[in-house]
């Protein structure tokens, strides 16, 4: 019973990652994300709606994560996306939002890790057009269930999540 209990306490401290090991203080990434909340809203219940063609081009993000600990993450993730209406009116719509994040590692390896990431903030919409133009802001918000990256020093990495960035987002990270 007592080796069994041993066993259990080793598998559990190398599952968990629990060795004092260095981590990377600092991350930078880029991704693009599909099926952004904007793109939602704007590209197909508006145009839905409204009966207009419309085109949306998904959603670009940078990020940036400091690390107090190996597993929290905190930082700030931006986003950039457009929506452009039917060419008659020649109307479109920039969005770009800012959001306070926090992201925690839930599994750290040397070349894999796996996370979930919650991020809430503002969203600023430029709307333009021959008869159109202002500017309105809302709430902006990301909440990946699910994220994976793979690589040393320079990652690639995929999510699963709701919001600003998307439902799957794809990119780069490199961390320093």
């Not at 770009?96 to 996370?115: E, T």
């Not at 202002?134 to 990495?157: C, D, H, M, N, P």
Request: net charge positive; charged share 15%; glycine share 12%.
């Amino acid at each position: 019973m007592k080796k069994i209990f041993i066993i259990a306490a080793l598998v559990l401290a190398a599952t968990l990652n629990l060795s004092a090991q260095n981590y990377w203080k600092n991350e930078i990434g880029i991704s693009y994300g599909f099926g952004a909340l904007t793109d939602v809203s704007s590209s197909y219940l508006k145009g839905i709606f409204s009966g207009k063609q419309t085109n949306y081009i998904g959603a670009f993000g940078a990020e940036y994560f400091y690390r107090p600990k190996s597993a929290l993450g905190v930082g700030v993730v931006g986003t950039f996306s457009t929506c452009k209406w039917n060419e008659i009116d020649k109307a479109s719509t920039k969005y770009f939002s800012i959001m306070p994040a926090v992201k925690y590692n839930w599994l750290n390896r040397d070349h894999f890790s796996m996370y979930s990431k919650l991020a809430l903030g503002v969203l600023i919409g430029i709307d333009s057009g021959d008869h159109n133009d202002k500017t309105k802001a809302a709430l902006s918000w990301q909440a990946s269930a699910v994220g994976a990256e793979y690589g040393s020093a320079f990652r690639g990495f995929v999510e699963l999540g709701f919001g600003e960035q998307g439902i799957l987002i794809a990119g780069l990270r490199y961390k320093f």
